[in-house]
């Protein structure tokens, strides 16, 4: 079985974290560009995944930070979830300041409903959904400014998806 691997990117500052952008230099992992980085729209990026999504038979999603709500949202309305393999949710937000919902007005109120494909976390905020979610927490260092290029994030996950493939 192949996958194609989506990376999902924060968007804080307009660019995607070291790691994510070494696994698209490395690994060939597809960025899925959005409009606009300062003021994200839930609405927006959910369109640019459905027509990411739309271009591959299988996808693996690699979301970061926000991205991980837009995994979820997108997840409650597309029609193209079964085109899932998994997804990997690096570094979940909680969303739960009050500067967020101030920022991100569009993204409330969170998605909480239970993703339709499997789902790891790796490092979320104390708070954030990724349980409401049904994601499997997994017991590992997330990315970092030491380790750019995050290859124990990128072993991890083959692993996690040769796993899942060997038991479906």
Same mark, same amino acid.
């Given at each position: 079985?192949? *996958? ?32 606009? =980085? !300062? ?5 927006? =990026?959910?369109? !640019? ?14 979301? /970061? ?22 997804? *990997? ?10 500067? /967020? ?5 569009? *993204? ?11 789902? *790891? ?5 104390? /708070? ?15 990315? /970092? ?8 994030? =990128? ?14």
């Amino acid at each position: 079985m192949s *996958w194609h691997v989506l990376g999902l990117p924060d968007g804080r500052g307009g660019m995607p974290s070291p790691w994510l952008l070494h696994w698209a230099q490395r690994h060939g992992v597809e960025q899925v560009p959005q409009h606009d =980085w !300062q003021r994200p729209l839930r609405g927006d =990026w959910m369109m !640019q995944l459905e027509e990411a999504v739309l271009r591959h038979p299988r996808v693996v999603l690699v979301a /970061d930070q926000l991205a991980c709500h837009l995994v979820a949202a997108w997840a409650a309305h597309s029609r193209l979830t079964n085109r899932v393999l998994a997804a *990997w949710l690096v570094a979940t937000p909680a969303l739960a300041r009050t500067e /967020d919902k101030a920022r991100l007005p569009s *993204w409330f109120p969170m998605v909480r409903a239970p993703l339709p494909f499997p789902a *790891w976390s790796i490092a979320a905020e104390a /708070d954030a959904p990724v349980q409401d979610w049904g994601a499997q927490i997994l017991t590992m260092a997330g990315p /970092d400014s030491d380790e750019p290029a995050w290859q124990a994030g =990128w072993d991890r996950l083959q692993t996690q998806i040769q796993e899942l493939i060997e038991t479906n």
